[in-house]
């Protein structure tokens, strides 16, 4: 956050303090198995197929296990009970009425709801390209009756493992994303700070032309850019006056943590070079690594003249809020000083005198827009 100083905030007694060293770890093995194990014995399975037979033979099939079994006749049914309800897994035959199931499939993919919920497609119908067809529309695994139950099983079971795994992984991301906005929530003078980060961002990114999973990243990492600074001590977080040497040396490691912290989710690998590199500046003074020009990351770049832009012109008990164009009078001479990217500042001071955020209901309205962007 741009800024030298931070002030004292009165924080509650209750207050979690969280160690330095604080890391989201992975799970044990036999711990990981046993959150698996029961995940997949509640499963909720959704079987579609014209014919009652064939739902009863599979229903037969799944006698011995405590999954939820629900029924469908019809493509029309079956969206019906994913729009409604949670879904495990679907089993899908490649014959329906009203469409097909490789065309029901490709929905289901096309979903955000719906788009990791695996999908067993069968068949009585011999021939390789209707396997082609069905595993090329998104189908996870194809089978051809006569159906074996115990393969079937084994089948349904391994899917609803990888199923599960996906799940902790997404339940990860939203602790890490909650972890972010705790963050936030140590200073009651940054309220929706993340929020009009990840909007100004991805706005500059748009002008740039960046490809949606590049906004994707501008997007998380408006929330998780300053993640790391859940390991600094609120005695220099919130300490009034200028910092020591040595506390400057803690405060300046929040990036660094932060990296550390997201680091084990894959799917945050884009934003990591955020989280690390927003406090470079173009001549080369910046931290942790003393990058400069082009050889600090785009996306980094972006996320931090959307930060410095916010952080002027919103109040805080050491300062007034500058208006807009006093800010970007500053971040002008920012420019001049050799601390920012000449290209890069221009272009958001034209965004932000078109498309001002200045009041609740259009960063409402901004964040909606927003998040239909980042899921095409």
């Known amino acids: 956050m741009w800024g030298t100083t931070m002030p004292p905030r009165a924080m509650p007694s209750n207050t979690t303090v969280i160690p330095p060293n604080f890391s989201l770890g992975t799970l044990s093995t036999a711990t990981r198995f046993e959150l ?43 969206m019906a009970l994913l729009q409604s309800q949670r879904v495990d897994l679907v089993i899908l035959d490649l014959m329906l009425p009203e469409m097909s199931g490789p065309e029901l499939c490709r929905w289901m993919k096309n979903q955000r709801a719906t788009q990791l919920v695996p999908v067993l497609m069968i068949t009585s ?37 990888n199923k599960a795994i996906i799940d902790s992984l997404e339940e990860a991301e939203t602790i890490l994303f909650a972890l972010a906005q705790a963050v936030e929530h140590r200073d009651r003078y940054t309220g929706q700070h993340c929020q009009r980060l990840a909007v100004t961002s991805v706005m500059l990114g748009e002008a740039l032309g960046l490809p949606s999973c590049d906004l994707t990243a501008l997007y998380r990492g408006g929330y998780l850019h300053d993640i790391g600074k859940i390991s600094v001590p609120d005695a220099i977080l919130f300490k009034q006056g200028v910092l020591t040497s040595e506390e400057w040396v803690v405060m300046r490691s929040h990036s660094v943590r932060g990296e550390e912290i997201c680091r084990p989710m894959r799917s945050l690998g884009p934003v990591l070079p955020i989280i690390r590199s927003h406090h470079e500046r173009w001549d080369g003074t910046g931290y942790p690594d003393g990058l400069a020009g082009e050889n600090i990351p785009l996306l980094a770049r972006i996320l931090q003249v959307a930060d410095i832009y916010d952080a002027l012109t919103t109040e805080r008990p050491y300062k007034p809020a500058l208006s807009a164009a006093c800010a970007l009078e500053v971040m002008e001479e920012e420019v001049r000083r050799g601390w920012r990217d000449a290209e890069l500042v221009p272009l958001f001071a034209s965004i932000m005198q078109a498309r001002p955020i200045n009041d609740l209901t259009s960063l409402e309205e901004s964040i909606e827009n927003l998040h239909l962007i980042v899921s095409k």
Not at 37 to 60: F, G, P, W, Y
Not at 126 to 139: H, L, M, R, T
């Open 36 to 78: 698996e194990e029961n995940t997949v014995q509640d499963a909720v399975v959704v079987i579609v197929d014209s014919e009652e037979i064939n739902r009863r033979l599979l229903k037969a099939i799944f006698k011995t296990t405590s999954y939820t079994i629900l029924e469908a006749r019809k493509a029309s049914e079956a």
């Open 125 to 161: 119908v011999q021939g390789v390209e209707n396997e082609i067809v069905g595993i090329s529309s998104g189908a996870n695994e194809f089978l051809i009756k006569p159906l074996h139950p115990g393969v079937v099983r084994a089948r349904v079971r391994a899917m609803l493992r």
